[in-house]
């Protein structure tokens, strides 16, 4: 399989690199099987606090998203040496990149492209790109729910939708400032929809379970196209 991996930039703000040792095995034994993968980052805290003192020096959207880009690529490039020999050495910088590092047949770890542009649609620009059967969203929660989790105790996580029920949920509780892009935004889910790829969504808590998730065998929910 082809397989785009979506990290939430939080994974990066632990001091334990216990998950992205477990993700370095992950992918190791992913890449073992005969499988190809790539990763996309998102910019985390390193990303927040930037653009935060940014924003309140003056600093317009578009400067505040390059912060955030440089800071994904950071958090790129820590997976990337992680990896080692396993990945693809120079963190692409625009779909072009991406695609000429594809061919070499290593990992190719990337982070933010340019401004206006969210790490979720980088995902799935490179999904459509390498032709991924699964674009992977490993964020904080452990799929897709009705309602914010974080806000509502009763929200309930919904194992498979599609698209439009995902978008009806996304306009409801979700921002797209510089710096808080979660799950897909909505030029994330135009590219799935003409592409036509099937989207996880999985707590990066279980990244350690990741095939089990692929096969169906642990919570998370599944995005179909619409």
């Known amino acids: 399989m082809k397989l785009i991996l979506k990290l939430s930039g939080k994974i990066f703000d632990e001091e334990d690199p216990q998950k992205l040792l477990t993700l370095k095995e992950v992918v190791k034994e992913l890449v073992n099987e005969g499988n190809r993968v790539g990763i996309v980052t998102g910019g985390g805290s390193t990303a927040r606090k930037y653009i935060s003192l940014a924003r309140r020096m003056g600093s317009n959207e578009a400067y505040l998203d390059l912060l955030g880009i440089w800071a994904s690529r ?5 997976v990337v040496f992680s990896l080692n020999d396993l990945a693809y050495m120079k963190v692409p910088e625009s779909l072009e990149d991406f695609i000429q590092a594809w061919s070499y047949g290593k990992v190719v770890v990337t982070g933010g492209f340019q401004p206006g542009q969210s790490t979720a649609a980088v995902s799935a620009l490179v999904a459509e790109a390498s032709n991924a059967d699964l674009l ?5 929660v452990d799929g897709v729910y009705d309602r914010d989790p974080r806000i509502y105790k009763d929200a309930r996580l919904l194992t498979k939708i599609n698209t439009e029920k995902l978008k009806e949920i996304l306009e409801r509780t979700q921002s797209v400032k510089a710096g808080t892009y979660e799950l897909l935004d909505p030029m994330a889910i135009k590219i799935v929809e003409r592409s036509k790829i099937k ?3 999985m707590n990066y808590n279980k990244l350690g379970k990741l095939k089990d998730i692929i096969a169906g065998k642990e919570i998370s929910t599944l995005v179909e196209p619409e």
């Open 74 to 78: 950071l958090n790129a490039y820590l």
């Open 136 to 140: 992977i969203i490993a964020t904080n």
């Open 199 to 201: 989207v996880i969504v």
